[in-house]
């Protein structure tokens, strides 16, 4: 098995830490991956944002369909990881892979555009998390191998503000193109081939992978010694991971959300931005601040904050309910996403950190897949306030079980 050599993992240089801020401190290559996943998200954000409406709108498919294929698109992502985590600790190349997944999430976007039914909107949707799920993992595991230990919650929460960029950018062009070409979603959607090519060029020649010597021979990483190496604490990251999934069903249905308070078909992207945009801003803050405390804490407001959010939607369709809602749940992201990455990095030995990411989106993968198509029928049967009160109830269930764990555990043995 290749390892890598990475000086942080030994401990790092004390001078250096106490004379530079942690945002310095990150390597190149994490802020060159942080810039494809804000490419790549501008391209995927133009057409997600849209594509709600465009499927409920001209394609005539019923909420449950909607929730069907979110949940099918973003669960596949999930459970793809697990295979392409394995393989980059297997082969060593984490780089190869999250080209190949680059190039297929780009390559995919024409579809959506000559979409006639759901049906090929579905196999677009899949094709694409696909590219996203092969690309996921030994992007994430990437970043762990490059990154100082102490900075690492920073710098995955300074590649989530960034990827999270992406998605406030795309849906604000999708707006603008919307008004200038009078609601022709299929125009829109061609034009998100572009940004997408631009970011696999840029991973091609905008990220090396750190250098590596040879220590054991390759060996599979999901056989049952190397999975035993996996500890508990790992483990119920992976558990925690799959709480906070399906707590949260899929984005789609914000966007339905405001539709539903007569906001303009081109402007209903809008809301996407908001969410974004508190992500974005929120991300990076709390990556660091997950560096200097227990990570309980943090985990307990991201979903105090989803509550909110749910509550909020669930009340009012009119804008500025929705407008609250989506920045709470944007907030949320931020809290708890770069977080929950950082663990599993935290948690995982150096050699089975693609493994130990594959796993984790592979239970998160198969929450989501749940929560989605439970929220399309519960929207489809009782309306969307019903949806946004389940969700919090769930969500309110997942705090009171962290809570009690964190009470029996004792606060000196709380994971970190």
């Known amino acids: 098995m290749t390892r890598i050599t990475n000086p942080a993992d030994r401990g790092g240089s004390k001078q250096v830490m106490k004379t530079t801020t942690p945002l310095k401190r990150i390597p190149t290559s994490v802020w060159v991956l942080g810039l494809v996943s804000m490419l790549m998200d501008i391209s995927s954000e133009m057409i997600h944002g849209l594509l709600p409406l465009f499927l409920v709108g001209p394609l005539g498919a019923s909420f449950l369909m909607v929730g069907l294929i979110e949940g099918l698109a973003e669960s596949t992502a999930l459970i793809v990881k697990v295979f392409s985590g394995v393989l980059s600790d297997y082969l060593g190349k984490r ?28 196999s677009a949707r899949m094709l694409d998390r696909v590219g996203k799920g092969v690309r996921g993992a030994p992007r994430d595991a990437l970043v762990a191998d490059v990154t100082p230990a102490e900075v690492r919650g920073a710098a995955f929460g300074l590649r989530q503000s960034l990827d999270t960029v992406g998605a406030l950018l795309g849906p604000l062009v999708a707006v ?8 022709d979603f299929r125009a829109v959607f061609w034009v998100a081939v572009v940004p997408g090519l631009l970011a696999v060029f840029l991973l091609l020649f905008g990220v090396r992978e750190p250098k590596r010597h040879i220590g054991v021979k390759g060996t599979n990483p ?3 010694e190397n999975l035993k190496r996996l500890s508990g604490a790992y483990w119920w990251v992976v558990s925690i991971g799959a709480v906070f999934t399906l707590a949260r069903f899929s984005e789609a249905f914000l966007v339905l959300r405001a539709q539903q308070g007569g906001i303009p078909v081109a402007y209903v992207p809008l ?35 989803l509550i909110a959010a749910d509550l909020v939607l669930a009340a009012s369709s009119h804008w500025p ?27 995982a030995p150096v050699d089975l950190r693609g493994t130990a990411y594959g796993f984790f989106n592979l239970v998160s993968g198969i929450a989501m897949l749940m929560a989605s198509a439970a929220a399309g029928l519960l929207w489809d049967r009782f309306g ?10 769930f969500a309110a269930l997942a705090l009171m079980g962290l809570v009690l764990k964190a009470w029996r555990r004792g606060p000196s043995k709380a994971p970190r």
Do not use: E
């Open 95 to 122: 780089k190869a892979l999250a080209v190949i997944g680059y190039s297929l999430g780009a390559l995919t976007k024409p579809l959506f555009a000559i979409a006639p039914t759901a049906g090929l909107v579905l």
């Open 384 to 393: 969307a306030s019903f949806t946004f009160y389940a969700g919090a109830t």
């Open 222 to 224: 999901i056989r049952r």
């Open 176 to 183: 603008g193109l919307m008004l200038l070409w009078a609601n």
């Open 321 to 347: 309910a929705v407008a609250t809602g989506v920045s709470l749940w944007g907030v949320h992201m931020g809290i708890t996403q770069g977080l929950l990455a950082r663990m599993v990095a935290d948690t």
């Open 271 to 305: 809301v996407m931005v908001a969410m974004n945009l508190l992500y974005a801003l929120s991300a990076y803050p709390f990556g660091r601040l997950s560096d200097r405390m227990g990570t309980g804490t943090l985990l307990s407001l991201g979903l105090m904050v």
